[in-house]
């Protein structure tokens, strides 16, 4: 879309009224800008993402981007997805992010078929899912909500089907954690984002953002019944881990 690399500027002003941080129209208008400067090594993700779908997307099931936002995954699923019948299911609780997402989708010459859905994961069906992404998603679901969902998806998923679950993380050491923090902030000024932006962006954040550890992961995924599970990208506080259902 053509407004869709516009410049992520949404905390370069003082604001002492600062509210917490919600997915809408203004972040929607700046939001390839604001995760290519604030998320590193997210591209890497979202190719491997696609990478993943193609070895993992079984004939005759679906593939689930929870959290779709502007169909960064998707599109990446799309376009490497070779399995018979395979299809896509997208899915956002954002109506901006889900409007500006069916209108990339409807630019896109990807031919697999692509569910689009505004709504709560609480309320979304998993149904013969052979590959399920979690890209930055289940850190803004409340602690309290987050095993019903990894069960859920679990549930739903067929044997051999794979979860890519990616997050910013706690470090249970308080000084690698500091650690962590700062070069994520680092990375953040390298990218243009002035002091009162990271600060003022992190407070919004402070409360809708909650990050866990890696070890805190790992054991609700083996609750779940979850096998295999380990951390295939790591850059500074961000992560992404694959788990899988056991084959039969």
């Keep these: 879309m053509s407004d869709s690399h516009q410049q992520d500027t949404i905390y370069a002003q003082a604001n002492p009224e600062l509210g917490e941080f919600i997915f809408d129209r203004k972040v929607v208008d700046v939001f390839p800008d604001m995760i290519k400067r604030s998320v590193p090594g997210y591209s890497t993700i979202i190719h491997m993402v696609g990478q993943l779908a193609e070895r993992y997307a079984q004939s005759n099931s679906r593939c689930y981007d929870l959290g779709c936002s502007?169909?960064?995954?998707?599109?990446?699923?799309r376009h490497r997805i070779t399995a018979a019948d395979a299809s896509i299911v997208a899915v956002?609780?954002?109506e901006d992010m889900i409007e500006r997402c069916r209108q990339v989708l409807a630019a896109d010459s990807g031919e697999v078929a692509v569910e689009l859905h505004c709504q709560d994961l609480e309320q979304t069906q998993i149904e013969q899912a052979s590959v399920v992404v979690l890209n930055f998603t289940l850190q803004f679901i409340a602690?309290?909500?987050?095993?019903?969902l990894i069960r859920k998806i679990y549930q739903g998923m067929l044997p051999g089907g794979v979860l890519v679950l990616s997050e910013k993380l706690h470090f249970d050491d308080d000084h690698h954690n500091e650690l962590m923090t700062e070069l994520h902030h680092y990375f953040k000024k390298t990218n243009g984002y002035s002091d009162l932006e990271i600060a003022q962006k992190r407070s919004?954040?402070?409360n809708v953002l909650i990050p866990e550890s890696v070890n805190t992961h790992k054991q609700r995924l083996a609750d779940a019944g979850f096998v295999g599970t380990e951390v295939w990208f790591q850059c500074f506080n961000f992560a992404s881990l694959l788990a899988f259902k056991p084959k039969l």
């Design 70 to 77: 502007l169909g960064a995954s998707t599109l990446a699923m």
């Design 92 to 94: 956002d609780n954002s």
């Design 143 to 148: 602690p309290s909500e987050r095993n019903t």
């Design 204 to 206: 919004a954040l402070e």
